[in-house]
């Protein structure tokens, strides 16, 4: 196996279709999360749109947090794939954890600043119970927070895109192709 044969990956190293599928899907849910709260602020305060689109934020970031575990159970239970070496190991472990750690601590952050807000947490038609009790102060700290790791994440979501790219065109080691099954 070289490094300038990207078709020269043994089959046991593809990534498990459960591992894709959760994946891209976690990427869809993750561009909905940002796109929702984004585009909320092209209507006004108190509208209903505005709140639907803030529910739907709360809703499909708690979904993240829901499927994360599934997919941190998912990946626990394949074989690990060897696929960084060299000096690429130690960023993408890095990255990934720090994304993984994200997809953790993102809604559990929104959950507490709606908790601390005295708002009720929606999911899909119930109401979930508050982690802590009202304080607005601490709210409002919560949210900050939020709102920091939150961009934090976009320039990681970023980063492991380029990171893909790059060992796609530059190391031609597969990787980028076992994640895309169209490119198999």
């Known amino acids: 196996m070289t490094a300038s044969a990207p078709d020269a990956q043994p089959a046991h190293q593809a990534y498990s279709r459960v591992s894709i599928a959760l994946h891209w899907l976690m990427l869809i849910l993750l561009a909905a999360v940002f796109a929702c709260i984004e585009l909320r602020e092209n209507y006004p305060r108190g509208s209903d749109i505005r709140e639907g689109l803030k529910t739907w934020h709360f809703m ?58 005295g708002d009720a947490i929606p999911f899909f038609g119930l109401s979930l119970p508050p982690l802590i009790a009202p304080d607005k102060d601490l709210a409002e700290r919560l949210e900050e927070l939020h709102k920091t790791i939150g961009e934090a994440g976009y320039w990681l979501i970023g980063l492991h895109a380029v990171a893909a790219v790059f060992h796609h065109h530059v190391l031609k080691d597969g990787t980028l192709r076992r994640m895309l099954p169209m490119l198999r």
């Open 60 to 117: 499909l970031g708690l979904s993240v947090f829901v499927l994360v575990w599934i997919r941190l159970i998912a990946r626990w239970r394949t074989p690990w794939l060897a696929s960084e070496a060299g000096w690429t190991r130690w960023p993408a472990a890095a990255v990934h954890v720090a994304l993984y750690a994200g997809m953790i601590a993102l809604p559990l952050l929104g959950w507490l600043v709606l908790s601390a807000e």
